[in-house]
């Protein structure tokens, strides 16, 4: 693995704010956020003229350098209350010379906190998020009550996860899996720690679904890394459903997680067309909007 070193020189060169503040800087390699990709420099106390000369180092492939970007952003260390967002640059790798030592003065742009809007990059070309591997197929449930004789013919949904390829940091990987609109009906895979290349091959099961209601549902598995201290982190994921354009409006046609797209609507339309069949795909990874 290739190794370069970085080390750039922020400064103010005409504050807005021309209180004395206690200034640090804050990196992320982009996409990730995790813990393990956060850097920060001390904090530089009563000045409007910040001076680091602090080295944030990474250790990066050179498929890093092309797929990844550094942001650099400059907050107010606020002893009582929140910390204060003043600034950032984002800085795609792959237009910088990194073989080596060098200096860059950038300006600081008016962008929005980092994580809530432009300064978090979004999938682009050449950076993919991963590979999910799994099959689905639609089984009759085994009625037993009298009430689910009553209710007609049901399905079960059984969701085989199988692995998680092309991955592009360590993590303990595991894959939460919910039914929407009911988030709370959600199952989870066990964790497969410190790796690139998480294998579960472990099946879930979600009962009692009626045939004429599959419009209204969307299959929302997400990859999520295990940090320390037991905290969750969702990294990327899947939602297997019909596209919006394919949904009534008594479907939640509008809701925010009916964003499947074209490979996910198509392949939900495969196992639903075909009751009782192990249907298997690899589909791409992406960033999940909220819901």
């Known amino acids: 693995m290739g190794f370069s070193q970085f080390i750039f020189l922020v400064s103010f060169l005409k504050p807005k704010i021309s209180v004395y503040l206690y200034r640090y800087v804050k990196a992320y390699l982009e996409p990730d956020r995790s813990r393990g990709s956060k850097r920060k420099t001390s904090v530089s106390k009563q000045t409007i003229s910040p001076c680091f000369r602090e080295d944030l180092v990474y250790k990066l492939s050179d498929s890093d350098l092309q797929h990844k970007s550094l942001s650099l952003s400059v907050w107010d260390n606020v002893r009582l209350g929140s910390n204060i967002y003043l600034g950032g640059v984002l800085i795609k790798l792959s237009e910088y ?5 060098a200096t860059h003065t950038l300006y600081l742009d008016n962008l929005t906190e980092p994580g809530q809007g432009e300064l978090s990059t979004s999938p682009e070309e050449g950076s993919p998020l991963g590979t999910l591997h799994f099959s689905m197929r639609m089984v009759p449930h085994a009625t037993s009550s009298k009430k689910q ?87 990327a994921g899947v939602r297997i459903g019909l596209d919006q354009a394919s949904v009534p409006t008594s479907a939640g046609k509008h809701s925010v997680w009916r964003d499947c797209n074209d490979e996910e609507a198509s392949f939900w339309k495969t196992v639903v067309a075909k009751p009782g069949d192990w249907t298997e795909t690899r589909l791409s990874l992406r960033h999940m909007t909220q819901r």
Not at 213 to 226: A, F, G, I, R, S
């Open 97 to 101: 010379e990194l073989h080596g030592q």
């Open 149 to 235: 004789k009553k209710a007609g013919i049901q399905f079960d949904l059984e969701i085989l996860l199988k692995e998680a390829t092309d991955i592009s940091k360590r993590m303990n990987a595991f894959v939460r899996c919910c039914l929407l609109p009911d988030a709370k009906n959600k199952s989870k895979t066990k964790v497969c720690k410190d790796t690139l290349s998480p294998q579960w091959n472990q099946t879930m099961t979600f009962e009692c679904l009626a045939l004429d209601e599959l419009q209204h549902y969307v299959v929302e598995m997400t990859l999520c890394n295990k940090e320390s201290k037991g905290k969750e982190v969702t990294v």
